[in-house]
């Protein structure tokens, strides 16, 4: 973005600096917070109050996790407002709030040591690059006073990000699907980790820590910088690029916070719906998941799985995805046992449960029959059940009458039967007693 000098920014700044959940906090809200701290910013608020009504001060931010290794200056925002408490017994204890808004990052980070200060006694020194106090008083550095903001006055500031923001509320599932489309040949492996397992989180809400894991990456910083490169991905191909932060195209900030106290980000619900469509063998069509997820969860003799490979394997849970296609290819897309070919009521069983099974069993398609829903019921509680020729075998539960009612007895057997059906269906027996 291209932009003028802002003749109306005052010369005088503060630098401080702001926490990564402050951060994240104040980018889901479109550019705006406050910074808090238990000691009086005395000198600041006098300089706030100083300004011309059409001056606007600046506050400058360092990342305060890792202002030692950057050594820099990487975000502004504007000040709207100072405020400071008291200390009921002596001011030296007052509390103070900066608001903020309209934050914004550097395109090229700038060098804490190149700033100059203004504090009483301090004017015109370089600044120490490992400042530990709340704030410093500090010239605007020159080469920052063109700001990259598209309109001459101050109150523009912004206007391109709200018009961006705009743009992103809008969208429909049509659009994130059209995006999905042209976009999907250009995310990487760990990207689309991170998308499928924010898709099947639960409420689609998760914590940028959290996603970075699902990516891959033990460091949450590169997990942020890698999802902020896909939202990048969604935000130019439907202009809207002027974002406070890019992972808005994507999610948008949550009020609540996770079990550790982070502030979480909340998958956009057309996306949610558009992946739902694009990749349903991946994106859970519902909450039917969640009891499979937490079976999944609680299993212990797996190894850990990433977002997509556990997302098929609950999947097979429910009869969905990978596992439900491999099914109706073997079977012929017809029912095992009648031959029905009636799609919608079609069910990918397991012979071995699914809480019994190995992940590598939950997705083996000869662990299991593809039959017509009220046959799929009684194999699945073990009323009926298939010897290693396939023929049918019905439990002293069921009785005959039952049996024939529901039109079983005119089907001698399955359709066909192949070797690796054999031991599944066997566990089968076992379990219900079947012989």
Not at 136 to 157: D, G, R, Y
Not at 415 to 420: A, D, P, S, W
Request: include cysteine; proline fraction near 4%.
């Amino acid at each position: 973005m291209t932009g003028k000098t802002i003749l109306s920014f005052s010369d005088k700044s503060i630098f401080t600096l702001l926490s990564e959940k402050d951060r994240i906090k104040a980018e889901s809200k479109n550019g705006a917070g406050f910074i808090f701290e238990n000691k009086p910013w005395t000198s600041a608020k006098k300089d706030l109050d100083a300004l011309k009504g059409e001056q606007e001060m600046v506050l400058l931010f360092g990342d305060a996790n890792r202002i030692q290794e950057t050594q820099s200056i990487e975000w502004f925002a504007i000040i709207r407002k100072i405020v400071i408490t008291p200390n009921a017994d002596t001011s030296s204890n007052a509390t103070t709030k900066i608001f903020f808004s309209k934050l914004t990052r550097l395109a090229n980070p700038f060098p804490v040591g190149k700033l100059r200060l203004r504090s009483k006694g301090r004017e015109g020194e370089y600044f120490s690059p490992y400042f530990q106090r709340p704030y410093a008083l500090c010239e605007l550095p020159k080469s920052l006073s063109n700001f990259p903001i598209p309109k001459h006055k101050t109150e523009k500031l912004g206007s391109e990000f709200s018009s961006s923001l705009d743009r992103i509320e809008i969208l429909t599932k049509d659009d994130f699907s059209k995006a999905l489309k042209k976009i999907e040949t250009s995310m990487t492996e760990n990207q689309i980790e991170m998308l499928v397992g924010h898709a099947n989180a639960p409420n689609h809400c998760l914590s940028m820590q959290k996603l970075a894991e699902l990516g891959g990456y033990k460091n949450f910083r590169v997990g942020n910088l890698q999802y902020g490169r896909l939202g990048r991905f969604f935000a130019k191909y439907f202009k809207a690029e002027n974002l406070p932060n890019q992972t808005q195209a994507l999610a948008i900030g949550s009020s609540t916070k996770d079990e550790f106290g982070e502030f979480q980000w909340r998958l956009r619900d057309p996306l949610l719906q558009a992946l739902r469509s694009h990749w349903s063998d991946l994106v859970f069509q519902s909450g039917e998941a969640e009891q499979a997820e937490f079976d999944l969860t609680g299993h212990s003799g797996n190894a850990p799985l990433k977002p997509t490979e556990r997302a098929a394997i609950i999947q097979s849970r429910i009869g969905q995805g990978l596992y439900r296609k491999n099914m109706l290819e073997l079977w012929g897309g017809k029912c095992a046992l009648t031959g029905c070919d009636i799609p919608e009521v079609l069910i990918a069983s397991h012979a071995k449960p699914w809480k019994l099974s190995t992940n590598q069993e939950r997705m083996d398609k000869y662990n299991g029959l593809l039959l017509v829903a009220h046959v799929d019921a009684l194999f699945d509680i073990g009323l009926i059940g298939f010897d290693d020729r396939g023929f049918l075998i019905r439990s002293p539960k069921l009785t005959k009458a039952q049996f024939d009612n529901l039109g079983l007895s005119r089907f001698s057997g399955l359709r066909f039967i192949r070797n690796e059906h054999l031991r599944y269906l066997k566990e089968h027996r076992s379990l219900y007693k079947l012989s």
